[in-house]
């Protein structure tokens, strides 16, 4: 069984098209949470999740969306929320508030959190992971950090995929990885994508413009 690992989307609709381009043939997909925030289109991205009925777990910014509080936020972030709820309707904005904070996949091989299988705001670095964030499952699966990376162990696999929407770990390129439960191998992969055009949006949006041109350099 081979699925996609997506997490992070932040309402990025030209970075969420081209992954779904570039994917290979999976046999599902599962999101790590953050489907909206910072950027201009979280109505698209949150009905190209629905409608593929992705199982998908609640990010903080997911959370801000549905409660309306962006307590700790800086001004880009506490835009992008305030933006998101302009955006959405009632439906989706209960749909966030409905998120679980984690939730398994795979009959029960893969666990997928926003953050920490403990705390899902705190932010679980790649000098963190470690063989005892496992439970039960094979697979841990966390975003939240926008910094792609795996780690193969014995007890089995801590994986970050990456953020789709707003990498963090100095590549610009949309982030998302392939998980093979049957070989227990990740493929990190990452896609270009028109970040000009994603610029050129946020400032139409009237969002701050660093939302976009951060992405240049995937910072």
Known sequence: ???GVLSDIHANRVALDAVFEDMPRVDGLVCA???VGYNPWPAE????????AIPTVQGNHDRAASTGSAFGF???ARAGVDYTREQLDAE????LGTLPTERTVADGRVKVVHGHPDD???YTRPHEFAPDLLGEEDVLVMGH???QHHEVYDEGIVLNPGSVGQPRDGDERAAYAVLDLDTMEVEERRVDY???SVVDAVRAAGLPEQIGTRLLDGK
């Open 194 to 196: 028109s970040i000009r």
């Open 145 to 147: 950090t926008h910094i």
């Open 1 to 3: 069984m081979r699925l």
């Open 120 to 122: 899902p705001d705190h």
């Open 92 to 95: 989706n904005i209960e749909w």
């Open 33 to 35: 949470g953050d489907v």
């Open 45 to 52: 991205c949150v009905a190209e999740v629905r409608e593929r």
């Open 74 to 76: 800086n001004s880009m």
